[in-house]
C-alpha cells in the first residue's frame, strides 16, 4: 500500500509543479509586484501533505480498511488543493478522510488549510491543534497553524507556534517575518527586529520586510535607521504607500 501512495504522493507534487511552471510568466510579473507571496509555497506542502499521509499509513494496520480509504480520500484531496478553483472539492475529500479516520493528521491538516483559505480560520483552529498535537515537528503545520491563530486575533498563541516553527526549521523567512508581525502586535518591537533581519538575510528585497523592520524601529526611536528602512522598500516597489507614509 505504501509504495502506491507515495507514487501517489510523488503525482500530486509533479502536478503541482507542473501547474505553476504554467503559469511561470504570470508568477514572476505578480512576484514582481509582491514579494513575499507564499502561493505557491502553501500548495506544495498541501502536496506534501499527500506524502506525509502515505508515510503515515505506514503506521496503520494492513487491515484497517478505514484507515486505507483516508489515505486514498487524502491523496485525491491534495491533488484538488492544487488547483484554487478546487478548493471545495478538496475540503469535501478532506471531510470524508476525516470520516473514515478522524484523527488522520494529513486530513486534518489539509482541511485546515483549506477553510484558511477560504477566509475560515476560526474553523481551521481545531483541525490544525489536532494535526500539530499528532505532528509536533512539523514545522510547515505550526507555521500555518500560526498564520489561522493570528488571523483570528490571537497574535499570544501564534507567535508561540511560530516559535515552535523555527526551533524545527530556523531558516524559513516566512516564519521569521510572521513571527516579527506578531510581536510588533504584541508591543514588542525589540524582539521583532531580529526576526525581520533575519527574514531580509535569507529573502534581501522583501517590501513587507523591510516595511515592518522600518515600523519597528520607529516604535524603539531609531527614526533614522527606519527612514534607511523605508526608502529601500521605495526604490524596489515605488508604488508602497505603507513605505511612503
Known amino acids: 500500500?505504501?509504495?502506491?501512495?507515495?507514487?501517489?504522493?510523488?503525482?500530486?507534487?509533479?502536478?503541482?509543479?507542473?501547474?505553476?511552471?504554467?503559469?511561470?510568466?504570470?508568477?514572476?510579473?505578480?512576484?514582481?509586484?509582491?514579494?513575499g507571496s507564499n502561493g505557491s509555497?502553501?500548495?506544495l506542502a498541501i502536496a506534501g501533505a499527500i506524502a506525509a499521509a502515505a508515510i503515515a499509513c505506514a503506521h496503520l494496520p494492513l487491515d484497517d480498511e478505514r484507515g486505507a480509504r483516508a489515505t486514498h480520500l487524502v491523496g485525491i484531496a491534495g491533488t484538488l488543493a492544487t488547483d484554487p478553483a478546487r478548493t471545495s472539492d478538496a475540503m469535501t475529500f478532506y471531510t470524508r478522510a476525516l470520516a473514515e479516520s478522524p484523527q488522520f493528521p494529513a486530513a486534518q491538516f489539509g482541511l485546515a488549510t483549506m477553510l484558511t483559505r477560504t477566509g475560515r480560520s476560526?474553523?481551521?483552529?481545531?483541525?490544525?491543534?489536532?494535526?500539530?498535537?499528532?505532528?509536533?515537528?512539523?514545522?510547515?503545520?505550526?507555521?500555518?497553524?500560526?498564520?489561522?491563530?493570528?488571523?483570528?486575533?490571537?497574535?499570544?498563541?501564534?507567535?508561540?507556534?511560530?516559535?515552535?516553527?523555527?526551533?524545527?526549521?530556523?531558516?524559513?523567512?516566512?516564519?521569521?517575518?510572521?513571527?516579527?508581525?506578531?510581536?510588533?502586535?504584541?508591543?514588542?518591537?525589540?524582539?521583532?527586529?531580529?526576526h525581520y533581519e533575519r527574514g531580509l538575510a535569507l529573502r534581501p528585497h522583501d517590501t513587507t520586510a523591510l516595511v515592518g523592520l522600518g515600523v519597528a524601529l520607529t516604535q524603539l526611536g531609531r527614526s533614522d535607521q527606519a527612514i534607511e528602512h523605508y526608502r529601500t522598500a521605495l526604490t524596489h516597489n515605488p508604488r508602497d504607500a505603507s513605505a511612503e507614509n
Open 41 to 43: 509555497r502553501r500548495r
Open 122 to 194: 476560526a474553523e481551521a483552529l481545531p483541525h490544525f491543534q489536532q494535526a500539530v498535537r499528532a505532528w509536533p515537528d512539523h514545522a510547515e503545520a505550526r507555521y500555518n497553524f500560526g498564520l489561522a491563530l493570528a488571523a483570528t486575533g490571537n497574535a499570544q498563541e501564534a507567535s508561540r507556534q511560530y516559535t515552535g516553527a523555527l526551533r524545527i526549521n530556523p531558516d524559513d523567512p516566512d516564519t521569521h517575518l510572521a513571527l516579527a508581525k506578531a510581536l510588533i502586535t504584541l508591543e514588542h518591537p525589540d524582539r521583532a527586529v531580529p
Open 1 to 35: 500500500i505504501v509504495p502506491v501512495l507515495l507514487i501517489l504522493a510523488a503525482g500530486g507534487v509533479v502536478e503541482t509543479l507542473a501547474a505553476l511552471k504554467r503559469r511561470e510568466p504570470q508568477r514572476r510579473a505578480r512576484k514582481r509586484r509582491e514579494r
